[in-house]
């Protein structure tokens, strides 16, 4: 089942669409579930991270597609985002978010069907792990190959990702319980758990990350640290 959003202030472009959505899945074996949104902001407001792909309208009076869509990479980099738009120079803008592709309405289905067509044959969206929290901020996926590392921020973890930081009300046993499924996470200090594919070098007892960052490797841990990075980076030879 694929979860799919439309964000568009005209109720009979979105039932339109929703007709061929519907016509597209029937033809191809699919299962679609849509959830409508008339402004960017009430988007944002109900937000799901587990969305797949998104329909999202570039002119909308409230909060338009390219300041929602701005703030959907913030908490989400990897849901599929369509951008529908009446208008052509507005088109480039939207690759500045990532965006799949774009559709000009009024949408063919022809059009359509090529452009979905070629978004599923190379989605992978599924199959990628992730973790989905929410904060004070916002709603937050990450994917777990995007998050660099956690550390213990009070009775919470901060976890940095993607160039920004953000908390998850979790303690750091229950974190380091969920990471430590993950090949590529090691504890390297009671309030630290990073991500090995970051790790850029050692100097003496701080590990140096791609980012910039120093962590702290306690004593206690090293030996067992330097045996899990050292069979991480042997099996990526």
């Given at each position: 089942m694929f979860k799919i959003g439309i964000c568009d202030d005209e109720d009979m472009?979105?039932?339109?669409?929703?007709?061929n959505l519907e016509r597209y899945a029937k033809e191809t074996n699919q299962e679609f579930s849509f959830f409508v949104y008339h402004?960017?902001?009430?988007?944002?407001?109900?937000?799901?991270?587990?969305?797949?792909?998104?329909?999202?309208d570039i002119k909308m009076e409230k909060l338009n597609g390219l300041k929602t869509a701005?703030?959907?990479?913030?908490m989400d980099s990897t849901v599929g985002l369509v951008f529908l738009t009446s208008l052509k120079q507005y088109v480039?803008?939207?690759?500045?978010?990532?965006?799949?592709?774009?559709?000009?309405?009024?949408?063919?289905?022809?059009?359509?069907?090529?452009?979905?067509?070629?978004?599923?044959?190379?989605?992978q969206g599924k199959n990628e792990p992730y973790i989905s929290f929410a904060n004070a901020n916002g709603k937050y996926k990450v994917l777990y190959k995007?998050?660099?590392?956690?550390?213990?921020?009070?009775?919470?973890?901060?976890?940095?990702?993607?160039?920004?930081?953000q908390i998850i009300y979790k303690s750091m046993k229950e974190i380091s319980t969920l990471l430590e499924k993950q090949p590529q996470f090691a504890r390297c200090h009671q309030s630290f758990m990073v991500n090995l594919s970051f790790v850029k070098g050692i100097e003496g007892l701080e590990l140096?990350?791609?980012?910039?960052?120093?962590?702290?490797?306690?004593?206690?841990?090293?030996?067992e640290f330097m045996i899990k990075m050292t069979d991480y980076w042997g099996d990526m030879l």
């Open positions: 472009f979105i039932n339109v669409l929703k007709e402004d960017g902001s009430e988007l944002l407001h109900e937000y799901q991270t587990d969305f797949d792909l998104i329909f999202m701005e703030e959907i990479r913030r480039w803008k939207g690759y500045e978010y990532n965006a799949v592709n774009y559709l000009l309405k009024p949408i063919k289905y022809g059009i359509l069907k090529m452009e979905l067509d070629r978004y599923f044959e190379r989605y995007n998050l660099c590392y956690a550390e213990t921020d009070k009775r919470n973890v901060m976890l940095h990702f993607e160039g920004q930081k140096i990350l791609t980012t910039g960052d120093r962590l702290p490797i306690s004593q206690p841990k090293r030996k």
